[in-house]
């Protein structure tokens, strides 16, 4: 693939505006002060991405850049797709994997997402060292739930998800996909990718909790054969995971 840049219709300007009106008053602050760019590309072969921009003497700026087709999609069809990059498909094909994240703007999911990966790194929800095999204090957000910024903690290292894309790089037979998020239930996160480290655990629960939560939308991940349902995975009903929710007071924080 060969990303190149993407110019914004109007209509696009106005999606964008949107979601940057959807964040929390915590996320548009610090974006405010620390975002330095936005930019959109064609041919992109990941969803976004967050990188840091350097200008000598400047506070933590930030750079997001959007696949430009996240704004033809909703959440529903953008979530389905990036779920489906975990599995490769059985032969029969009677397997299907798709999320019901209702029918508003993907970018919207996508910006929250990646914005408090910026409020993470300013706020230091979870630590942020420099070598990523290094041991570090916890923040109360990783403690006992993580060991370093890519491992989780013992008691949640599962054999059958340690195969799965985010942790090992390669996705699997869509036929173990029922086992898989009926391992991943038995785990305080909220989705596979929330598996992947520290800093996308906190991203995915936080835009899972504000979604459902705030904004009253459904997101769950039903995966069927011969369309009828096995699983569901509905992380916002997972105990371990509603455990972790007072976490998030600092987002909401006047």
């Known amino acids: 693939m060969k990303p190149v840049n993407h110019t914004l219709t109007p209509d696009e300007k106005e999606k964008v505006n949107k979601a940057f009106a959807h964040l929390t008053p915590l996320h548009q602050r610090i974006l405010k002060k620390h975002l330095y760019s936005i930019s959109f590309m064609d041919n992109m072969p990941n969803t976004a991405l967050t990188s840091p921009v350097y200008k000598a003497g400047k506070t933590k700026l930030f750079n997001i850049t959007f696949r430009a087709s996240l704004l033809d999609e909703n959440i529903s069809q953008w979530a389905t797709w990036k779920e489906n990059t975990c599995f490769t498909p059985a032969a029969d094909t009677s397997y299907k994997v798709r999320v019901e994240g209702g029918n508003m703007d993907a970018i919207i999911y996508v910006l929250m997402h990646e914005a408090t990966h910026i409020v993470d790194i300013v706020t230091e929800v979870t630590p942020h060292p420099a070598e990523r095999d290094t041991i570090v204090e916890p923040t109360p ?4 739930i993580w060991r370093k910024i890519n491992m989780p903690a013992e008691a949640y290292i599962d054999s059958l998800l ?34 992947a480290a520290w800093s996308e655990d906190i991203a995915e629960l936080f835009t899972i909790y504000h979604l459902t939560t705030k904004m ?18 509905e992380p916002m009903k997972n105990t371990l995971v509603r455990q972790r929710l007072d976490q998030l007071s600092t987002f909401y924080k006047p």
């Open 162 to 195: 340690e195969q799965t894309r985010f942790r090992s790089g390669r996705p699997v037979p869509i036929n173990l996909a029922p086992e898989i998020y009926a391992r991943l239930a038995k785990t305080p996160f909220p989705s596979l990718y929330a598996m």
């Open 216 to 233: 009253n939308q459904p997101f769950y991940i039903v995966v069927s054969k011969n369309n009828t349902e096995l699983a569901r995975f």
């Open 141 to 144: 957000y990783t403690k006992n």
